[in-house]
C-alpha cells in the first residue's frame, strides 16, 4: 500500500544511474574482482599480480586499465614499474558488503 502522505520519490540524475550501472559492471569480471582482493594488502606491480593469480602479464595489464579508468586503482611510478593499489577504501567497503550479502 502506497503512503499517499509521504514524501515522493526522487530518483537519482539518469546520468548517475547510468555511472552506478557501470560501476557495478566493472565487478562482473571474476578476474578483476581477484586483483582487488590481491591489492587489498599491499601494492603490487603487474608481474606480481599475474603470478600471484597464475594469469599472463597481458591480461593482469588489460584488466588494471578498465580497473584504473573507473578508479577503483590506482598506481603509483616505481622506477621502472607501476605498483598498483586500491583506490580508496570505498572499494573494500563494497566487495565486503557484496561479500555480506551473498554469504546471508
Known amino acids: ?16 544511474l547510468y555511472d552506478l550501472a557501470e560501476l557495478f559492471k566493472i565487478f562482473g569480471d571474476s578476474t578483476r574482482v581477484k586483483i582487488l582482493y590481491a591489492l587489498f594488502e599491499t601494492e603490487l606491480c603487474v608481474n606480481d599480480i599475474a603470478e600471484t593469480l597464475n594469469l599472463s602479464q597481458t591480461a593482469v595489464s588489460h584488466q588494471l586499465r578498465i580497473l584504473r579508468a573507473n578508479k577503483l586503482v590506482s598506481g603509483r611510478k616505481d ?5 598498483y593499489s586500491l583506490a580508496d577504501d ?8 557484496g561479500l555480506e550479502h551473498i554469504e546471508e
Open 1 to 16: 500500500m502506497i503512503d499517499k502522505n509521504a514524501e515522493p520519490f526522487a530518483l537519482p540524475e539518469e546520468e548517475t
Open 79 to 83: 622506477g621502472k614499474n607501476v605498483r
Open 90 to 97: 570505498h572499494v573494500r567497503t563494497i566487495i565486503d558488503m
